[in-house]
């Protein structure tokens, strides 16, 4: 794939990240170098109300006529906010690539924010809110992160009732001019499309500004916390600990790692909690891995009397990784990552989304490297890893039944 990409740094300071495919659908995205990381406690949650705001109204067109114009051509369009970036992406047949562009280039140029939505929107949002809080998966995921780092990092990315109640108009506009200016912005589309016409596109309708971006510093701890609650019949658990940032070669030892101890059903602890004793249904894994933060979890759902059970195979398992671990089990989970990559390439709006994470890791370039690091992880990186997960050096959280 990587003879089909391209990347452009234009002279008004927009990013294009483009990949070329011959099947007649395209999807586009652009993204702002900027979300949960650069917020003070008091302003949480801003950057995830400017996504949402932005779909509610420009100078050009309504609310419903930016949905409408996207989906009366078979399209799809939507957002999301993350820790590093916000991003307003849509998919559609590629003869319709045209329309994607501008309407995307309206909301992220006109957008009114008017007073009347702002406040429909945040009702919206505090829905959110207690649709998070209320499905306990989701709500663990969320608070682990309050265990794995100081505020303001650490800090729910929706943000809380009172820093939503305390972000107005003003508020909105201020971080709106102030980030959402080509110098912080990527546009990433895979699709069948002209990569010079996007580029002329992006030349002739953004001019160049200066860019004022917060950093808050990241601090990392580790805690655990349980938390109980009525209402409830399964006990939600995570564990979780810090692994490499993305700018270190190790990184990709923690993805090697969080394959083989809870990457599907062949995976380790599945094996040890759900087949052989017994104890859970669900059981997931992952890393976030971020050129500013980076921690790996582990989730299991379980019955109230088996947490700690649970914890401790985990643990467990951990500690017989550092130990057995061989080259022949290494080599087999290498391939079964760098399929599960594979994959994930198939479907152009996942492969948008690849592109635009390794462009702010560092260059979308990247993405195409992940075969060749994925099989240079040394054993010795893998082991070293999963012995470091005891002690104080893991957090942990579990939702029970009270």
Do not use: W
């Not at 990240?17 to 170098?33: L, N, T």
């Not at 329309?99 to 945040?122: A, P, W, Y």
């Not at 309050?146 to 009172?162: H, V």
């Not at 997931?284 to 500013?292: A, E, L, Q, W």
């Amino acid at each position: 794939m990587k003879k089909n990409f391209k990347r452009k740094v234009l002279k008004n300071g927009l990013t294009v990240v483009f990949e070329k495919r011959d099947i007649p659908v395209v999807s586009m995205a652009f993204a702002v170098r900027s979300g949960g990381i650069n917020e003070s406690i008091d302003e949480k949650g801003i950057s995830h109300f400017i996504e949402h705001m932005l779909y509610k109204g420009t100078k050009n067109r309504s609310s419903r006529q930016i949905a409408e114009e996207i989906e009366r051509k078979g399209g799809e369009i939507n957002g999301f906010t993350s820790e590093d970036l916000t991003a307003f992406y849509c998919k559609l047949p590629s003869k319709h690539a045209k329309v994607g562009l501008d309407v995307l280039t309206d909301i992220m140029k006109n957008s009114l924010f008017l007073e009347k939505e702002l406040e429909k929107e945040r009702k919206v949002i505090f829905e959110e809110i207690k649709m998070r809080k209320d499905n306990p998966q989701i709500y663990v995921s969320d608070k682990i992160q309050n265990l794995l780092y100081e505020t303001p990092f650490g800090s729910d990315l929706i943000g809380t009732y009172k820093s939503m109640n305390s972000i107005n108009r003003n508020k909105i506009l201020e971080r709106f001019e102030e980030v959402y200016v080509p110098e912080n912005m990527i546009l990433c589309v895979v699709g069948d499309c002209d990569f010079n016409k996007i580029v002329n596109f992006c030349e002739k309708n953004f001019e160049k500004k200066k860019v004022k971006n917060n950093s808050f510093k990241i601090i990392k701890k580790n805690l655990s916390k349980v938390e109980k609650r009525e209402g409830i019949n399964q006990a939600n658990l995570i564990l979780a600990f810090h692994s490499p940032l993305a700018k270190n070669e190790k990184s990709y030892a923690a993805e090697v790692l969080m394959t083989l101890m809870a990457g599907g059903m062949s995976s380790r602890l599945f094996h040890e909690i759900r087949e052989e004793r017994n104890l859970a249904y669900g059981i997931k894994g992952h890393t976030n891995i971020s050129k500013n933060y980076s921690y790996s979890i582990i989730y299991v759902g379980t019955t109230k009397d088996k947490v700690k059970k649970v914890k401790e195979l985990i643990l467990e398992e951990f500690h017989k990784v550092s130990k057995e671990l061989d080259e022949n089990e290494l080599n087999q989970v290498k391939e079964q990552l760098i399929g599960n990559h594979q994959i994930s390439m198939e479907d152009s709006q996942t492969q948008m989304i690849n592109l635009l994470l390794t462009e702010i890791e560092s260059n979308a370039s990247k993405f195409y490297d992940f075969e060749k690091k994925i099989s240079e992880v040394k054993l010795i990186d893998v082991k070293k890893l999963a012995s470091k997960v005891k002690g104080k050096n893991y957090s942990f959280f579990a939702l029970i039944p009270k």
